[in-house]
């Protein structure tokens, strides 16, 4: 209902029917529930899934991957959500970790009400989605690749396998809070002169020509103590580029651990109680590389057709060099 729409007495009553329909069912509290596990698969001799580059092969660990899940249940219905550091998430590996869960805790858990989004890191090993366009660059299915997802995101503590201190996949009372906030400077659009072809009206709507807009959903327990976050910023997990070959959750992967040692302490990483995830939103055509496209070597703005025409040079973006590690 927007209020700004009706006026005078209309919009009064309006109000006060929204405000009786809706007290009923007004919550103070859910169940929640957060975990996290390991899905680093194999980090060698694996290409990497997301640039679709053959000669992209793993060679060691940068950041570790993990799958975060967070289960909100409001005593009605269980809804349940995870964020897995990986390229994307395909139908069997889904429908694998939904068999292993039913085989648990019979229906429980189904196709209805637990969701699996993948963070899009582009530097993890691919070969786990049984469809031939997405599996032709590891020229085909690799086993240890499906088998290190779905147990990772099974084995996550709130499903019961490794107790954490909230006990097996049962929930504690808590709340859930909303934030949302502007974050400049963080995401450049990748295709900008692509974007101008969209229709002058549709451009007039917004102030961007990507998204700046950051949701953040909190999980606070009952006694304040809190639980996690899944935080939604539109950005490209490539801040690794097509050359890395260290197995990495990228940007949003660091921003997770990052957040989590910074509530949960010197507890290892992947480990604490704390877990923040970050979630993959509306980041198609969004980089993480804020300096834009530059001539490899002297720095020069390229042209408009991305290229460095009459040098022996390419075109790439990148973004600053401000990373500092742990
Ligand atoms: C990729 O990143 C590395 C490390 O920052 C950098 O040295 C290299 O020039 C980049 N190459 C491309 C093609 O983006």
Same mark, same amino acid.
Request: glycine letters at 8%; a neutral charge.
């Given at each position: 209902?927007?209020?700004? *729409?009706?006026?005078?007495?209309?919009?009064?009553?309006? *109000?006060?029917?929204?405000?009786?329909?809706?007290?009923?069912?007004?919550?103070?509290?859910? !169940?929640? @529930?957060?975990?996290?596990?390991?899905?680093?698969?194999?980090?060698?001799?694996?290409?990497?899934? #997301?640039?679709? %580059?053959?000669?992209?092969? @793993?060679?060691?660990? &940068?950041?570790?991957?993990?799958?975060?899940?967070?289960?909100?249940?409001?005593?009605?219905?269980?809804?349940?959500? =995870?964020?897995?550091?990986?390229?994307? /998430?395909?139908?069997?590996?889904?429908?694998?970790? /939904?068999?292993?869960?039913?085989?648990?805790?019979?229906?429980?858990?189904?196709?209805?009400?637990?969701?699996?989004?993948?963070?899009?890191?582009?530097?993890?090993?691919? #070969?786990?989605?049984?469809?031939?366009?997405?599996? *032709?660059?590891?020229? @085909?299915?690799?086993?240890?690749?499906?088998?290190?997802?779905? !147990?990772?995101?099974?084995? =996550?503590? /709130?499903?019961?396998?490794?107790?954490?201190?909230?006990?097996?996949?049962?929930?504690?009372?808590?709340?859930?809070? =909303?934030?949302?906030?502007?974050?400049?400077?963080?995401?450049?659009?990748?295709?900008?002169?692509?974007?101008?072809?969209?229709?002058?009206?549709?451009?007039? %709507?917004?102030?961007?020509?990507?998204?700046?807009?950051?949701?953040?959903?909190?999980?606070?327990?009952?006694?304040? &103590?809190?639980?996690?976050?899944?935080?939604?910023?539109?950005?490209?997990?490539?801040?690794?580029?097509?050359?890395?070959?260290?197995?990495?959750?990228?940007?949003?992967?660091?921003?997770?651990?990052?957040?989590? %040692?910074?509530? !949960? %302490?010197?507890?290892?990483?992947?480990?604490?109680?704390?877990?923040?995830?970050?979630?993959?939103?509306?980041? #198609?055509?969004?980089?993480?590389?804020?300096?834009? +496209?530059?001539?490899?070597?002297?720095?020069?703005?390229?042209?408009?057709?991305?290229?460095? +025409?009459?040098?022996?040079?390419?075109?790439?973006?990148?973004?600053?060099?401000?990373?500092?590690?742990?």
């Amino acid at each position: 209902m927007d209020l700004r *729409l009706s006026t005078g007495p209309r919009a009064l009553l309006s *109000l006060v029917i929204l405000i009786i329909v809706k007290l009923p069912t007004v919550r103070m509290a859910y !169940n929640i @529930g957060t975990g996290i596990a390991d899905t680093t698969g194999p980090i060698a001799e694996i290409v990497f899934m #997301g640039y679709a %580059k053959i000669d992209q092969k @793993g060679a060691g660990l &940068h950041l570790r991957t993990f799958a975060r899940s967070y289960i909100i249940d409001d005593s009605e219905e269980r809804f349940v959500f =995870v964020s897995v550091e990986s390229a994307m /998430i395909g139908h069997d590996v889904r429908a694998m970790v /939904i068999r292993k869960l039913q085989e648990k805790y019979g229906d429980l858990y189904s196709e209805k009400n637990v969701m699996i989004s993948a963070t899009h890191t582009h530097s993890s090993p691919g #070969g786990y989605n049984l469809y031939m366009l997405f599996d *032709l660059t590891t020229f @085909g299915f690799i086993k240890q690749s499906f088998n290190a997802l779905v !147990n990772g995101i099974f084995v =996550v503590r /709130i499903f019961g396998i490794v107790l954490s201190n909230y006990g097996s996949h049962y929930t504690l009372p808590g709340k859930l809070f =909303v934030g949302h906030g502007e974050v400049l400077d963080a995401n450049i659009n990748r295709s900008p002169m692509a974007y101008l072809n969209n229709p002058q009206f549709e451009r007039d %709507k917004y102030n961007y020509d990507v998204d700046k807009s950051m949701t953040q959903l909190q999980f606070i327990a009952a006694n304040g &103590h809190p639980m996690g976050v899944i935080n939604w910023f539109a950005v490209h997990p490539t801040s690794m580029n097509n050359t890395n070959r260290l197995v990495s959750s990228d940007n949003v992967g660091y921003a997770a651990v990052l957040f989590e %040692k910074y509530i !949960n %302490k010197d507890t290892p990483i992947g480990k604490g109680d704390f877990v923040a995830a970050f979630a993959s939103s509306n980041l #198609g055509d969004v980089s993480p590389n804020t300096r834009g +496209p530059k001539c490899e070597f002297s720095g020069d703005e390229c042209s408009s057709s991305y290229t460095c +025409p009459g040098k022996n040079e390419m075109c790439f973006a990148s973004g600053l060099k401000t990373v500092k590690y742990f």
